[in-house]
């Protein structure tokens, strides 16, 4: 292991065992949002991966690279959202068992998707003591193996090949930026990126309510997120060890926007490009669409990262 | 003149003419879909389109037909949907001036849609009536060129290159579903469609609440749609002249739906393609669905255009 946890082989590596499970996203472009945002934006349509979401890419690098041994008992995970999905559907592609703990206020939706992969879902109190301790007595009543959605070098080697992606496609980009909830996603995408292209700038995308990596960055240290408050149900959590020693050391910075930047965001994404992204990625239109990141300069071709579109229809804020 | 008052040339002509203003517009898949119809699908999306719908194909291939002279007074037509946003764009892409009138209950959306290409709008009566009346006068007035939205053979040679696109992109279909309002997109489907693949089977879609094509069909002539009631606002009119000549001698059959069908079918495409459409684009979509259609034999490749994305977010269906 090098410097950071995970590297560009690994991604590459991880971008071969993701080809024939997962799909190569297309990237679109909007004349109107290039308007508003001031330079060209490229958004990488990861709200049409499998499972709805880019977690795809980690789960199943996670869940193929283990041994037939490992894989024998299984995985495991606690999670209510995109991660929970893609472990289920990975595990389901290698056809071994799958063990999700979920918090019993979970949506049937996700509920349901969840179920249609074939898991085993276990609900417990909505806490992250809870959602532990419930996930500690799986893991020691199956043997199953934990696959973390983020803290995780494999997955973020899977996350990371979105960015590849993107790169191979677009040839140059000025900057990337995406939403960072543990960092996986981001964390994956500074190594490809200061791989393939060092001179390009990478930011990060948080809500107001859950800033816990911008308020890391500041103090340079990891700050726990405590609270959240947002609605962007995809970036809760806190970041993890591995995450965080790649971010501090490549990100240009990290804007943070509110809740109703982010519906906007949304909303004019929905509207102007019909395509359906959930909360957390609208976090990084929102991004570009400030006036602070439209002042800066040199940056003429920006790569947006749509992470996901797992929205409940029946609940939307507009 | 041949027999229609379209050919494949005008079609390969209008084709010409849209590449410069128009997108070439993806065909998605999805194999939850498939799964569902029990065959292949091939989704054509007119609502990535320019201005949300085909209706840009038409509208621009009849504006950038005029001469100079004809343009020289601007053009105009009534509608409160597409038609009148595909008209305005591609007035202002001329630099003409476009007049549209608009029923005085049009949402605000649809009416911020069509000024912000630079239409004169006139508000009337929601009546047909009114609308023909208030169009009258400003033609008298302005001297404007009307462009019907369907019964006008340089608008359906428009709305037949999206057949022509598909079936370059796919090389082969068994059959292609596609809505009728007043038959502008489907007859031009049939006069492509007949052309490049004659033993490819044409099927109309139309909501049980709108259904005066599938009803004269059946009477081997024109019934007109009085009192429309459907969730699919843009399939209220009924045939013209110039498109049931085509329709009646080329069209399989058609199906109708319910408006339960049409928003179970857009939900469907909502949630698991993460695409936006809007009601009347998910008839042809439900008709896939229906166990009717699914019933019937050799038709393993589909083609199914999806004809816009135009829907107000804060009055949807679910």
């Not at 806490?127 to 043997?143: F, N, P, Q, S, Y």
């Not at 990126?193 to 990596?213: N, V, W």
């Not at 509110?258 to 949304?266: C, P, R």
Request: charged share 20%; proline share 4%.
């Amino acid at each position: 292991m090098g410097k950071y946890a995970v590297s560009i082989d690994d991604i590459r590596a991880a971008a071969g065992r993701i080809k024939s499970v997962g799909h190569r996203t297309p990237i679109l472009t909007s004349q109107t949002l290039d308007k508003m945002a001031g330079r060209k934006l490229f958004f990488k349509c990861e709200n049409f991966q499998k499972v709805g979401a880019f977690k795809l890419r980690g789960g199943w690098n996670a869940v193929s690279m283990l041994s037939d041994e490992e894989a024998a008992k299984g995985v495991c995970t606690h999670s209510s959202g995109n991660h929970a999905q893609a472990l289920a559907f990975s595990a389901m592609k290698r056809g071994i068992a799958s063990y999700i703990v979920m918090p019993n206020n979970v949506p049937d939706v996700k509920l349901d998707a969840v179920k249609g992969y074939g898991a085993n879902i276990t609900l417990c109190e909505p806490t992250l003591e809870a959602r532990k301790t419930t996930l500690d007595e799986i893991v020691k009543k199956t043997g199953a193996h934990e696959v973390h959605p983020f803290n995780n070098p494999n997955v973020i080697a899977g996350q990371g090949t979105t960015a590849l992606e993107m790169i191979e496609d677009l040839g140059e980009l000025d900057a990337i930026i995406a939403p960072i909830g543990g960092g996986g996603l981001m964390s994956g995408t500074c190594v490809t990126t200061r791989s393939l292209l060092p001179e390009a700038k990478l930011f990060g995308a948080e809500p107001t309510g859950a800033d816990d990596a911008y308020r890391s960055l500041k103090e340079g240290k990891i700050i726990p997120q405590t609270n959240p408050n947002t609605i962007c149900d995809g970036l809760l959590t806190s970041l993890g060890e591995y995450t965080w020693n790649i971010l501090k050391d490549h990100l240009e910075a990290i804007y943070t926007v509110t809740d109703d930047e982010v519906i906007n965001a949304m909303r004019l994404v929905w509207e102007r490009m019909k395509i359906i992204i959930e909360p957390s990625s609208a976090t990084a239109v929102a991004v570009a669409l400030k006036s602070e990141f439209k002042a800066l300069e040199g940056l003429e071709k920006v790569g947006i990262i749509l992470t996901g579109g797992n929205v409940e229809l029946s609940k939307l804020p507009f």
